[in-house]
C-alpha cells in the first residue's frame, strides 16, 4: 500500500494565483482532512471530510476549497492565493471518524511569493 | 474555545535519561487522543493512540496516559536515545463541533549522545 500520499511537493506560486494540492489514499477509509503547518503553532484543520460527497470547515478554512468526489482523493483548492498561505499542508485520512488512528501524508511545501 | 497546549515548548536531554512530554486539553468530551512524532522536514508518524475509555497505552519504550477528568496527557519516553530526537505533537479530537481534531504546538527534544 502506498498510505496516503501529496503531489506536489513543493510548489512556487505568485499572489492571486490558483492551484490544486492532491491527496489519495488507498486505504479505503471513509475520513480525510487537510491541515496546514506553520512555525511554532502546531497543524490546524482546513477542511475535513466523513465520506465521499460530504465536507465540512475546520477551523481555518477561509481561501480553501475542498470537495470529495471519491472515496480515494481530497483535492485541496486554492482560490487566489496570498503570502499569508505559505505554509506546509498535510492531507490526512483515518477508518472513522471517531476512534481511529490518522495517517499523514509526505506534505507539501507551498511558497506564495 | 476548544484547545490543546504542550509543556515544555523544547526539552534537551543526555542519552539514557527517562523523561515526560506533557499535554493538556480544554473539553473532557474527547474521541480520543493521539502521540505524533516529526522529524524535521517530513510528515507525520504515529506513536500511540489512546481511545476515551482507556487510561493508556503503551509500545516499546514509550507510556501514554489519559486523563479525562483533568484533561491531561503524559508522554513517558524511558531510557532515551538520541534517535528519538524529533517534535512530538499531542492531538485531541473532540465530541463536540464535530469530528474535529486540534493539535497542540508540539515539544521539540533533542537527546545528547
Known amino acids: 500500500n502506498a498510505g496516503v500520499t501529496q503531489t506536489p511537493k513543493f510548489q512556487v506560486l505568485k499572489t492571486g494565483q490558483s492551484m490544486t494540492l492532491q491527496c489519495a489514499q488507498d486505504?479505503?477509509?471513509?475520513?480525510m482532512s487537510w491541515y496546514r503547518q506553520d512555525p511554532g503553532m502546531g497543524l490546524r484543520l482546513i477542511h475535513y471530510s466523513v465520506g465521499a460527497g460530504i465536507t465540512d470547515q475546520g477551523e481555518v478554512p477561509n481561501g480553501y476549497n475542498v470537495s470529495r468526489s471519491t472515496t480515494e482523493d481530497f483535492p485541496l483548492r486554492l482560490l487566489s492565493a496570498a503570502p499569508s498561505q505559505t505554509s506546509v499542508y498535510f492531507c490526512?485520512?483515518?477508518?472513522?471518524?471517531?476512534?481511529?488512528?490518522?495517517?499523514f501524508g509526505p506534505g507539501t511545501r507551498l511558497l506564495v511569493l | 474555545k476548544q484547545e490543546v497546549t504542550q509543556i515544555p515548548a523544547a526539552l534537551s536531554v543526555p542519552e539514557g535519561e527517562n523523561l515526560v512530554l506533557n499535554c493538556s486539553f480544554t473539553?473532557?468530551?474527547?474521541?480520543?487522543l493521539q502521540w505524533f512524532r516529526q522529524d524535521p522536514g517530513k510528515g507525520l508518524t504515529s506513536l500511540l493512540l489512546i481511545q476515551s475509555s482507556q487510561r493508556e497505552q503503551t509500545s516499546g519504550r514509550l507510556n501514554a496516559s489519559l486523563d479525562k477528568s483533568s484533561g491531561r496527557s503524559t508522554l513517558y519516553i524511558a531510557a532515551s536515545q538520541p534517535g528519538d530526537s524529533a517534535t512530538y505533537l499531542c492531538a485531541v479530537k473532540y465530541r463536540t463541533g464535530g469530528f474535529k481534531t486540534i493539535f497542540g504546538a508540539g515539544t521539540r527534544l533533542f537527546v545528547k549522545a
Open positions: 486505504m479505503n477509509h471513509e475520513y
Open positions: 473539553d473532557s468530551a474527547i474521541y480520543n
Open positions: 490526512a485520512s483515518s477508518d472513522g471518524a471517531d476512534q481511529e488512528t490518522q495517517y
